[in-house]
Antibody, heavy 119, light 110 residues
Framework: QVQLVESGGGVVQPGGSLRLSCAASGFTFSTYAMNWVRQAPGKGLEWVAFIQYDGTNKYADSVKGRFTISRDNSKNTLFLQMNSLRAEDTAVYYC?????????????WGQGTMVTVSS | QSALTQPASVSGSPGQSITISCTGTSSDVGSYKLVSWYQQQPGRAPKLMIYEVSKRPSGVSNRFSGSKSGNTASLTISGLQAEDEADYYCCSYAGSYSWVFGGGTKVTVL
């Protein structure tokens, strides 16, 4: 079935780095836009980054210059490289598949992976 | 981008209808017919309920409906059921491949 599975979360010190992965299955990954969305503990959802099927990407201002989204269509995998991590980056990170004409909604979500930035 | 504005909580009795508002600006909600709504149960990933303002994905109950007027979008849940108790988030496309979410609304079924 259609599925997204995130991995790579953990505890990291401020200023550190972490790379998240999102393995896709059940759909033609290479033809869909993908996103990362995060949710701080007890808070709402925040869109983080977008990548089109061709690699075109965009970031939220809060992570621009620190995070890099990428994809490997041959391995059906989405990535988020997170550098210079801050306490405010602590959150559950979800990958989400684009949906609808133009992929402006998110129809399939992973279970999330927790990132904790703490000394 | 500032978060879209949603009421913190909305409640209703079983069988009633409730409406959740989502107010943005002329740069997001007001500019695009690209508002989506998500339901999130505790400890679970969000679930798409409405996309492109008023369209329902396959499998979503027709008790859920969406609309938009100016800079404000709305989600209406009719025939409220206990299983509808959850957090609901609106989301709008904001141009140049960027999105903005609302702060979320906790729906309580009395």
């Amino acid at each position: 079935q259609v599925q997204l599975v995130e991995s790579g979360g953990g505890v990291v010190q401020p200023g550190g780095s972490l790379r998240l992965s999102c393995a896709a299955s059940g759909f033609t990954f290479s033809t869909y836009a993908m996103n990362w969305v995060r949710q701080a503990p007890g808070k709402g959802l925040e869109w983080v980054a977008f990548i089109q099927y061709d690699g075109t990407n965009k970031y939220a201002d809060s992570v621009k210059g620190r995070f890099t989204i990428s994809r490997d269509n041959s391995k059906n995998t989405l990535f988020l490289q997170m550098n210079s991590l801050r306490a405010e980056d602590t959150a559950v990170y979800y990958c989400a598949k684009g949906y609808g004409s133009g992929s402006y909604a998110f129809d399939i979500w992973g279970q999330g992976t927790m990132v904790t930035v703490s000394s | 981008q500032s978060a879209l504005t949603q009421p913190a909580s909305v409640s209703g009795s079983p069988g009633q209808s409730i409406t959740i508002s989502c107010t943005g600006t002329s740069s997001d909600v007001g500019s695009y017919k690209l508002v989506s709504w998500y339901q999130q149960q505790p400890g679970r990933a969000p679930k798409l309920m409405i996309y492109e303002v008023s369209k329902r994905p396959s499998g979503v109950s027709n008790r859920f409906s969406g609309s938009k007027s100016g800079n404000t979008a709305s989600l209406t849940i009719s025939g409220l059921q206990a299983e509808d108790e959850a957090d609901y988030y609106c989301c709008s496309y904001a141009g140049s491949y960027s999105w903005v979410f609302g702060g979320g609304t906790k729906v309580t079924v009395l």
